[in-house]
């Protein structure tokens, strides 16, 4: 049976197309950052804003909120798009991505925006940070979002032994599985199948999931938070650079925005094409 | 002020580390928040007086440092303060990034303990001393550094540590090391004491020596020595290297125009270099540094290694010498 309605998940493919358009001007303004993973994960930031997580953008102090901890901190401008459609701060603002002063720094940083829980960038700390919050308060739920190149770094395999270790129910690990990072294709970089596999052995429950499909991610975000003795990780297939099926699924994306007349053309007439689609 | 039997043969010695693990279980009677998080070094840190008392606000980690700095800016997220213990080359040496964005960049009130740090870890030899930890940790915004001189002042800077908001570095010694302090010193972060006056507060000094840790007992002796020879030394007693106490030295510098500093670290980027990017600045003298010259430790007794790599008090009264020479 599905959780949820046609008509809403109608709704959700335009919020995301609207959120899409917003980091792809937020690129162009820019002129430098990333583009494939703040667009292929634009559907699952959504489904978590529009839907899944408790939060007040008029008190991002509030205690009781659920706490949304992204650790592959390159891919913010699909946070701060989201959080802007969400109501934290004016739409407008997201032009200043990158900028000098802006609160919108190239990486995520606390300093700036208060609202954010954590500072990130360097890979591979954001689940360690996220792994002690949730021993430090098990009533809570923290909603840790990684990178799958990220994978590589060491620390994240500490941070999941002690997770799996401390029985920690109240931890949602989404992993971008977007199959790319800046050298190449993951697997041709270091590769990590089978991804599953390891995670289950690090005692975590695994769901793996269409991360395009809101469907499933309300599904499995649900499910992990229905699994109390053990963490919970959802590994979120993506297409790198979503949305624009000239850039999709190619690495050279990664790190890049469309800076050609030509590359801005085509970015703005597939994410206009998909809202004629969606109307 | 200090320990009257300082200069006795049979002083009291015990190891500054051990000042730490009683002060984590005041600081945790103190205050619930206060939780401890070690990898693997649980007894040897000390932090096992913390676990054995507070074993619900005890997390050990395994040999993980990296998550160890990262997982306690989590916890510091939520409310507690976390603190975190290794070997000093371990953390802040292995996790040095991890405490620069995690901790310090995200401006969590983690309290770093660092044991070990120094050549006199002895026999294990140079994979093990950590002698650029006060280089590293310094260097970061916020970071408090504080280098305590003996067990007491250990136990007292873990206390006060846990009542601020600041991401802390505290560096411990392992051997033992003579009781310099009474529970009757003062101590306050930030805050220089002088703990030798050769003038006896008549007239001016001919040296200050600055000295911070375990090496603080050696700097006084040799000011008790050249006391009796009839040159005048004043001991500053540096525990918190970061934020410097610069009135202290300011009025160390103007009184004797003659500096020696004394560091169990090498001399690049430790207490000496931070003495004297505030004189060069503000109050330039010949300044002396005694410190480990960009070279690696070894094996062999925390004596004979201090010696060799020029911490002796031999080399201690040379470094006095060469720097009223250079007035």
């Known amino acids: 049976m599905s959780p949820i309605s046609p008509e809403k998940i109608h709704e959700f493919k335009k919020k995301a197309n609207d959120i899409r358009k917003t980091i792809i001007e937020m690129l162009i303004e820019a002129k430098s950052g990333h583009t494939a993973g703040p667009l292929d994960m634009t559907d699952i930031f959504t489904a978590l804003y529009f839907h899944l997580l408790k ?31 969400a109501g934290y701060f004016p739409v407008e603002e997201t032009l200043t991505l990158r900028k000098f002063k802006s609160r919108l720094q190239g990486h995520p940083h606390r300093d700036f925006l208060p609202a954010l829980e954590t500072s990130s960038g360097p890979l591979g ?68 199948e089978p ?81 004629e689609q969606l109307k | 002020m200090i320990n009257p039997n300082i200069f006795n043969n049979d002083v009291e010695q015990v190891p500054i580390r051990k000042g730490f693990g009683e002060g984590l279980v005041i600081a945790g009677d103190n205050d619930i928040r206060v939780v401890g998080l070690c990898a693997d070094l649980t007894d040897s840190t000390m932090m096992s007086l ?46 040095w990034e991890q405490i620069r964005t995690t901790i310090c960049y995200n401006n969590r009130p983690v309290k770093i303990a660092g044991s070990h740090a120094g050549v006199s870890v002895g026999p294990d030899g140079g994979t093990h001393q950590a002698i650029e930890d006060i280089a590293i940790t310094r260097v970061i915004p916020r970071m408090v550094v504080i280098s305590p001189c003996d067990a007491i002042e250990a136990r007292k800077a873990t206390i006060a540590s846990a009542k ?34 050769g003038a006896e507060g008549k007239n001016k000094n001919d040296v200050g020596i600055i000295a911070t840790g375990a090496l603080v007992y050696r700097a006084l002796k040799v000011a008790q020595f050249y006391k009796e020879q009839g040159i005048k030394i004043k001991v500053l007693n540096l525990a918190t290297i970061k934020p410097l106490d610069e009135q202290a030295i300011l009025s160390l510098a103007q009184e004797t125009k003659a500096i020696v500093t004394v560091e169990e670290h090498q001399i690049a980027g430790g207490m000496g270099s931070a003495i004297s990017e505030y004189l060069a600045q503000h109050y330039p003298v010949p300044q002396e540094f005694i410190g480990v010259k960009d070279l690696f430790g070894q094996s062999g007794t925390p004596d004979e290694l201090l010696e060799y790599y020029g911490m002796g008090e031999s080399h201690i009264k040379m470094a006095v010498k060469r720097v009223i020479l250079r007035k």
């Open chain 1, 55 to 85: 939060y007040d953008p008029k008190r991002p102090d509030w205690a009781e909120r659920d706490r949304l901890i992204l650790s592959n901190g390159h891919i913010c401008p699909v946070l701060y798009a989201t959080m802007a459609h």
């Open chain 1, 125 to 192: 700390s954001g689940l360690s940070q996220a792994v002690g919050m949730a021993i430090a308060d098990r009533l809570k739920f923290f909603y840790c979002l990684t990178g799958d190149g990220e994978l590589d770094a060491g620390q994240n395999w500490e941070a999941m032994m002690l997770a799996g270790k401390n029985k920690l129910g109240n931890l949602i690990v989404i992993v971008d599985r977007n199959k790319i990072q800046i050298d190449g294709f993951t697997e041709d970089v270091m590769p990590l």
């Open chain 1, 195 to 275: 991804l599953k596999l390891k995670w289950e052995s690090f005692n975590f429950d695994v769901i793996e999931i269409d991360g395009h499909d809101f469907e499933q991610i309300i599904t499995a975000v649900n499910q992990a938070k229905s699994v109390l003795d053990k963490p919970s990780v959802i590994i979120a297939n993506t297409i790198a650079s979503k949305g624009i099926p000239e850039f999709e699924g190619k690495f050279e994306w990664h790190g890049k925005p469309p800076s050609t007349p030509e590359e801005i053309t085509t970015a703005r007439n597939a994410l206009n094409k998909i809202e």
């Open chain 2, 50 to 95: 913390f676990a054995k008392k507070y074993s619900h606000r005890f997390v050990e980690m395994g040999v993980a440092e990296q998550n160890l700095a990262s997982v306690a800016s989590g916890m510091a997220a939520m409310g507690k303060i976390p603190f975190i213990t290794s070997y000093a080359m371990f953390s802040p040496g292995r996790n």
């Open chain 2, 164 to 197: 601020t908001d600041s991401p802390t570095y505290i560096r411990l010694a392992r051997e033992k090391t003579p009781i310099i302090t009474t529970n009757a010193t003062s101590f306050e972060i930030g805050k220089a004491q002088v703990f030798f006056d």
